[in-house]
Every structure is written in C-alpha cells, then in structure tokens.
C-alpha cells in the first residue's frame, strides 16, 4: 500500500524520469480524492517540465505551480512566489518535481526549513537502473548524497522507475529489483513503491510490493 505524506518530494538524476513520476503521483493522489497542487523546481532542465503535462493536469482539477518564463521562449531560472504554498496551504497535498542532479536541486534550499518543521513529507529518490549515470550503487550513491546537500532535505525513501520507455517488458522491471533492493539496503532507505507502465502494472502487481501504475508522458500527451 502506498501511503503519501502531505507533501512528497520526487528527485533523481537527469533523465530518471522523477517529472513522469511527480506527475503520475499527483494522478494517483486526486484519484484518491485528496486536493492536489504539483510545484516544478526545476529551474534548470529547459526540455521536460512539469509544465508539458499541465493541460491534462488542468483536466483533473490538479492545481500546477510553474515559474512564470514555462510556458515562453524565455530561459531565466526563477521561481514562481506561488510555490510557497506547498509550506503555507496545509489543507493540500503538494507533489514536488526537485530539479536533477545537484544543480538543479539548489532551489529546494528555500523551502527545505519549513517541510522539514512540519515534518509531514517524503524526500524520494527517483532511480532507473538502466540509465548510464545510476547503473551501479556507487554512482547512485553519489549522486543521492550531492542532491541531499544542495536541496539541504536528506531523503527518506526510492522510487524504483527502471525502465527502456516504450521497450520495457516485466523481465526489465523484476531485472531491477535486486540492485533497487541492494541500493536501499546500502542506503538504509526503504523503497517506497515501483513505477510500472499502465499495461505491465496489472501483471505484476503480485509479483512486486507497492506498484504504482504509471502513464508515460511526453510534451503535455499520454505515449
């Protein structure tokens, strides 16, 4: 069973897919009807954002929080002052895309005090095994402890999103399990659920704990 904080934070390397993952979370939240709002810290990556998935987000009344350059040809690094509210609004449920890597992590610096003071959130460690930066436990170490000390939050979980996108069969995903299982043991982290494609979750639903069905999204459309 999949049990969400009041405010879940999703951050992994570049190209772990955490955005996928924030974005299918916040589904899986007001698919639970729990009042969503997702907040894009990622002020660095110029190619996929939170901010491609914002028409179908409107759709299901989830409230999505951007810098106000999103949506333009402009590229300044800059926060939105709405996104405060993932501090501030206590009666929502706030899923946090953390940009990648350490870089992109810095923003989370201003809003670490408060999550870490209401003590009610969730600091999730995207992987996926078969990218070139996180193919074996010392490179994911490392990069997990660079993120933990620019965004200044230490995590408290992983979320196991191995996959080879549209090329991902079951054995890609149970061919995961032992090196997420050796990560979290060496990290001491728990994993708190998998990410598995919509066609695929159904089979393996029995086979792994904690499966959360995901859609993939690229440029604000389902693939």
């Not at 009610?120 to 997990?144: C, G, H, W």
């Not at 620019?150 to 079951?170: A, D, R």
Request: proline share 2%; aromatic share 10%; net charge neutral.
């Amino acid at each position: 069973m999949i049990n969400a904080k009041r405010v879940t934070l999703f951050a992994g390397h570049y190209g772990s897919g955490k955005t996928n993952v924030a974005v299918n979370f916040s589904l899986f939240l007001k698919n639970n009807e729990k009042q969503v709002s997702i907040y894009d810290l990622d002020i660095v990556n110029p190619y996929f954002r939170t901010i491609d998935a914002k028409s179908m987000l409107d759709k299901f009344g989830i409230d999505v929080v951007v810098s106000k350059y999103a949506e333009t040809n402009v590229d300044i690094p800059a926060l939105n002052s709405a996104s405060y509210k993932m501090i501030d609004d206590k009666k929502r449920y706030a899923v946090v895309d953390v940009g990648g890597d350490d870089r992109g992590a810095l923003a989370l610096g201003r809003f670490a005090e408060g999550i870490v003071t209401e003590n009610n959130y969730d600091m999730l460690f995207v992987v996926n095994k078969y990218r070139p930066e996180t193919r074996d436990i010392k490179s994911a170490i490392q990069i997990l402890q660079e993120i933990e000390f620019s965004g200044k939050i230490k995590f408290t979980g992983i979320v196991n999103n191995s996959n080879l996108g549209n090329e991902t069969t079951k054995e890609t995903i149970t061919n995961s399990i032992d090196f997420v299982n050796e990560l979290s043991k060496e990290c001491n982290l728990p994993v708190k659920f998998t990410a598995v494609r919509n066609d695929l979750a159904e089979q393996l639903k029995n086979t792994i704990n904690n499966v959360l069905p995901i859609e993939l999204i690229k440029y604000g459309n389902w693939l």
